[in-house]
């Protein structure tokens, strides 16, 4: 008896559907081009020349992922924004140390390709780029079946920038002193959400009910907890170009007082006031309906500040004045201190 003639679509891979997930992408990729791409989708491998401007560049990369953040977005139904998400993880973590991005790479896994749902979050990890003005110029979509349930999906990135050698910022100059200032974030970003999660399932709010208001528009407790990773690539870069910025902290899972220590030396320590700056109201209503004590909060969420900036105090006016002109509020949050021996690196009060 002759067995059936088995294809790649009978074992569950569509090529067809993949070929017009490429399609579909090229055009958000052609819109984050920038100087130095060479050759981008649809090669091998993607080519990009380093700006000739650098005079001893030096790589800088970073990855990530979204993490449970995703579980929200397939109950949801919300897959327009975890591509900023996406990218805003990898490009915040290299501006930190001073790199601008220059390049991203994605990777989609699934179980079964929805186009429909693979374009919608790359068309977020498309406006990411364009936002942190870096090209998206590669990825790898892997259509995997048996390896996720239908309508489900997996994230990751990878950001590329370069820096000066002489002006990679590390931290190593922050003095007691100095000032640490708060850029505010944009929600919970993409970190705690498996205790987000938890909160939700315990409490089962309404997500669809108006929850807060920002810039005028009124929100749901599902916007406010779906709200993209706020990126902050070209106010960075404005404040880093007009004047010396002595160590930023990305603040992500571990919060504030597990990543400002990140950036300082050994002999000092940040004491932020956690009164200087406006709690979204995503925190309170966290914390209030998890019962989540203060010390848990500021080591699990960014509690309304993404980004943290340190620098020389006569530098302080002249930085708020740079992220001002940028669109990017910042606030005096702390100070750094000499830190005796057996003290916390950050605190919180």
């Known amino acids: 008896m002759t067995q059936e003639s088995l294809s790649?679509?009978?074992?569950?891979?569509?090529?067809?559907?993949?070929?017009?997930?490429?399609?579909?992408?090229?055009?958000?990729?052609?819109?984050?081009?920038?100087?130095?791409?060479?050759?981008?989708?649809?090669?091998?491998?993607?080519?990009?020349?380093?700006?000739?401007?650098?005079?001893?560049?030096?790589?800088?990369?970073?990855?990530?992922?979204?993490?449970?953040?995703?579980?929200?977005?397939?109950?949801?139904?919300r897959h327009d924004t975890v591509g900023i998400d996406l990218v805003a993880m990898s490009v915040n973590d290299i501006l930190v140390q001073g790199a601008e991005p220059l390049f991203f790479l994605d990777y989609f896994a699934c179980g079964k390709l929805d186009v429909a749902t693979a374009a919608s979050v790359v068309g977020g990890i498309a406006r990411g780029c364009e936002d942190a003005g870096c090209a998206l110029i590669g990825g790898e979509t892997a259509e995997m079946p048996g390896m996720y349930p239908e309508g489900e999906y997996d994230l990751a990135g990878f950001a590329v920038g370069v820096v000066e050698k002489s002006a990679i910022i590390g931290g190593r100059d922050i003095a007691p002193g100095d000032v640490v200032l708060g850029l505010p974030s944009s929600g919970a970003h993409s970190n705690g959400y498996s205790l987000v999660r938890k909160i939700i399932a315990r409490t089962k709010p309404d997500l669809d009910a108006p929850f807060d208001i920002v810039d005028g528009r009124t929100r749901s407790l599902a916007d406010a907890v779906m709200a993209p990773t706020r990126i902050y690539v070209k106010p960075l870069l404005a404040l880093m170009a007009a004047l010396p910025v002595k160590g930023m902290a990305h603040i992500t899972g571990g919060g504030l007082t597990e990543n400002v220590p990140r950036v300082l030396p050994a002999a000092v320590k940040a004491v932020i006031d956690a009164s200087s700056w406006q709690r979204p109201a995503?925190?309170?209503?966290?914390q209030r309906e998890g019962n989540v004590a203060d010390a848990e909060m500021h080591r699990v969420f960014n509690c309304g500040i993404g980004m943290v900036v340190v620098l020389a105090p006569s530098e302080v006016a002249r930085a708020q004045e740079v992220l001002a002109a940028a669109g990017q509020p910042s606030f005096v949050i702390g100070r750094i201190e000499a830190r005796a021996e057996g003290e916390a690196a950050t605190i919180v009060r």
Not at 282 to 286: T, V, Y
């Open 8 to 77: 790649y679509r009978d074992a569950g891979v569509d090529i067809d559907a993949g070929d017009e997930l490429v399609e579909r992408i090229k055009p958000l990729a052609k819109k984050t081009l920038r100087d130095g791409v060479l050759a981008g989708i649809g090669g091998f491998g993607a080519l990009f020349e380093v700006p000739k401007r650098y005079r001893e560049p030096v790589l800088v990369s970073g990855t990530d992922g979204v993490g449970t953040k995703l579980r929200l977005a397939f109950e949801l139904n």
């Open 282 to 286: 995503l925190f309170d209503w966290l």
